[in-house]
């Protein structure tokens, strides 16, 4: 099924850790970003492609790194866990990131002890 | 930058009655308008959009609103059904900047 797919679906990380949270759409979407959802929150945008090889910065980017080598794929890396990175996050996808819909994966529950 | 706010955390109707979700937006020059639904455990759904050059669009069932003078926009969803039961947020985009600002949501419940 087309759509956007996220891995793994639930990570426990211990503090200090690093590792790269998976996205990958196959709809041919030029632009990408991930969120994180904290509990009573919206979603906040970390970080955002609308390109292969162009990426930027979101709302809350601190701790986290992305790198845009395919139009299908867009990885999350954490380099050093933290509590505070304590969350859900998903990734979307839109054809041109203007207006209409954005596509959500499933989610990422990250738990950072 | 954006700030994107909705008026009530929890919005509890009966079935068969009619919805309303507000949503405020802070920044002017935001031009695109985006109204999601998110059940339990999984990612937003897209429910419709409106650009700034319209004032009301309507779905099926959903109706939104967008009053640009207050930046106030609206989400109704006519006839609610226990299916509707979810977390709505409001997002609001600014082309130039190609990204979302999400609402802090509102969690509709529907009793029988």
């Known amino acids: 099924n087309a759509g956007v797919t996220q891995t793994p679906k639930f990570q426990v990380l211990k503090t200090g850790q690093s590792m790269t949270l998976q996205c990958a759409q196959d709809?041919?979407?030029?632009?990408m970003s991930w969120y994180r959802q904290d509990p009573g929150m919206g979603l906040r945008l970390i970080h955002y492609?609308?390109?292969?090889?162009?990426?930027d910065q979101g709302e809350v980017p601190n701790g986290y790194n992305v790198s845009r080598s395919t139009t299908e794929d867009f990885p999350l890396r954490l380099l050093s866990a933290a509590p505070s990175q304590t969350s859900v996050y998903f990734c979307a996808s839109s054809y041109q990131g203007r207006g209409g819909g954005y596509t959500f994966g499933s989610g990422t529950r990250l738990t950072v002890v | 930058g954006e700030s994107v706010g909705l008026h009530l955390p929890t919005l509890s109707v009966q079935e068969g009655d009619n919805s309303i979700i507000n949503c405020a937006y802070s920044?002017?020059?935001?031009?695109?308008f985006i109204w999601y639904k998110q059940e339990s455990g999984k990612g937003p759904q897209f429910i419709i959009d409106?650009?700034?050059?319209?004032d009301k669009r309507q779905g099926q069932r959903v109706t939104v609103l967008l009053n640009k003078t207050v930046k106030h926009l609206s989400l109704q969803i006519a006839a609610t059904q226990p299916g509707d039961s979810a977390v709505y947020f409001c997002a609001v985009g600014d082309t130039g900047r190609r990204a979302l600002t999400f609402g802090s949501g509102t969690r509709l419940q529907v009793q029988p």
């Open positions: 492609s609308v390109g292969a090889g162009i990426t």
């Open positions: 409106i650009r700034s050059n319209m």
């Open positions: 920044n002017s020059a935001s031009d695109y």
């Open positions: 709809m041919n979407h030029e632009y």
